[in-house]
């Protein structure tokens, strides 16, 4: 049976109620009102396997995530699987403890910008059309410091390697 890595729940804390409990999604120090919108949100749109060296495997998961204002997200250290994010709209801030490069958004002329080297500890934004590749076992968050809502396109890709079974006597 597929199982997501674990980077998808670190990234993505509203996979609670689907794989289990992870990090904490945090938001305004205020109770929010009835009726208001969950901090963060992840729906899952595709998932796949594909053999990568016998006899392990990548799982791969395709997914939008959605912060409010405020909203921050905690990436797991001890995941090592690679994230790719997409941003669709609104803008998110990033702080990892791994040097990684940016991608701006293509100019009005469609080509795209040179890769941006963001060094470790670096706080840098991610706006519209951006995208960045994050290493596995890193450490960091992902926050939405603007007022409006950010929406991402998440690829989240993890090596499993299987060990062989040792039969019991």
Known sequence: MFRPPLRVFAFLVVLLTL???LGTATA???TPPAGTPDPATFRALAAGLIEVLEPSTANVVLGRISLQPGASIP???ADPSALLVYMASGE???RVDAAITVARAAGTGGTPTPPEDVAAD???TLGEGDSVLFPGTMAGEA???DTEQ???WVVNIVHVIEAAATPTP
């Open 19 to 21: 794989l289990g409990s």
């Open 28 to 30: 305004q120090e205020a």
């Open 75 to 77: 990436f797991d250290e």
């Open 92 to 94: 998110l801030t990033f």
């Open 122 to 124: 670096t706080e840098f």
């Open 143 to 145: 926050r939405n410091t």
């Open 150 to 152: 950010a929406t991402a």
